[in-house]
């Protein structure tokens, strides 16, 4: 059996803010079972036959045009599809898709439905000749979370690939659009997308004019590893009325020294992880009784796993974080 592992993404190590994403999420799932990771894999081979005949024109259908810009060339919407990330699946469950996805990876359990959906492997190595028996038509993946190693292996193959992308909670419902064009099920993409930013939109306008107060949000220890400007959940952050204290931080998911945290001395302190953790890393905390987050006693746990995984889940538990946030006002 040929498998595609870690041992592939060794060398981009240095080169971006990808890797120090999967490092963290990699750690993270060793620890809790729900937090997501994403690999890529696939192969369109003999997709003609098992798709439907096409009954229109494709000139009549708009083009299939993923997150990133990039067009997808399929004849027809994909009938087989094949997610390689937590949040991909759970986007295409809620663009009306979810009995298209033929296969996912573990830890891809939103909704309830996706667990049903077979596992070809997790974000340590994924079963490439499971994944060629598929036959998928297209390969959906995450920017940020795939190997842009392991996604030139899938185009390599001839595979069609698409790319979802997302940094802020804005991003997830014209994401939800743009599947619902990828597998031809607009109608409700389109009223979930709606659904989607409407839910945003109020949760906006709820903690807008909110005093600021800047937040660590750790997702690690030890080293202490927090989000950067970059990450979704600085977005989350800011829709809360707060301020990432790591937010100038280009990188997606840095790690930073006990000195860096101290200078920046945050109101508040986020752990994100699952209690018995959660409870462990905080006690350190309390070694510095100068800190404002500590001395104000404004430590919380934060262990709902939608955020982190960036799909449609994602504004609700925002929501949560935010109530969590102005307990500290």
């Known amino acids: 059996m040929q498998r595609l592992g870690e041992e592939a993404g060794h060398g981009l190590i240095l080169r971006s803010h990808r890797v120090a994403l999967r490092r963290v999420t990699t750690a993270r799932i060793r620890a809790r079972a729900w937090l997501a990771g994403a690999l890529l894999g696939a192969s369109a081979a003999g997709a003609a036959a098992l798709a439907a005949p096409a009954t229109a024109s494709t000139t009549t259908r708009p083009p299939i045009v993923d997150d990133t810009g990039h067009e997808v060339a399929l004849a027809q919407p994909a009938r ?3 997610a390689l990330a937590p949040s991909a699946t759970a986007l295409l469950f809620a663009a009306g898709a979810g009995d298209r996805v033929v296969a996912t990876i573990r830890f891809a359990d939103e909704p309830e439905a996706a667990g049903r959906v077979p596992r070809i492997g997790d974000v340590q190595a994924i079963d490439l ?14 920017d940020a979370i795939t190997s842009p190693l392991m996604v030139d292996r899938v185009r390599g193959l001839g595979i069609p690939v698409y790319t979802t992308r997302y940094t802020r909670l804005a991003d997830i419902a014209p994401s939800v659009r743009r599947l619902g064009i990828l597998a031809g099920t607009r109608a409700i993409a389109d009223r979930e997308a709606a659904t989607l930013a409407a839910q945003l939109a109020a949760l906006r306008k709820a903690y807008e004019g ?3 107060i800047s937040v660590l949000y750790q997702v690690w220890s030890p080293p202490i590893y927090t989000i950067g400007g970059t990450h979704i959940v600085t977005d ?3 829709v809360c009325g707060a301020r990432n204290a790591f937010a100038s931080e280009r990188v ?6 006990i000195e860096a945290v101290l200078a920046r001395n945050p ?4 752990v994100s992880a699952p209690r018995k953790e959660a409870q462990e890393w905080m006690a ?8 404002a987050a ?21 504004i609700e538990a925002a929501a949560g974080l935010c109530r969590l946030i102005d307990a500290a006002r």
Do not use: C, S
């Open 129 to 142: 000749e499971k994944l060629l028996a598929l036959h998928p038509d297209v390969v959906v993946v995450t």
């Open 80 to 82: 087989r599809i094949v």
């Open 267 to 270: 109101d508040a302190i986020v």
């Open 284 to 291: 350190e905390w309390r070694r510095f009784p100068r800190l």
């Open 252 to 257: 997606a998911a840095p790690a930073v020294g």
């Open 236 to 238: 989350a952050l800011a």
């Open 210 to 212: 909110r005093a600021r």
């Open 294 to 314: 500590t001395a104000a006693r404004h430590l919380y746990v934060f262990d709902d796993p939608r955020l982190d995984r960036m799909g449609p889940g994602a």
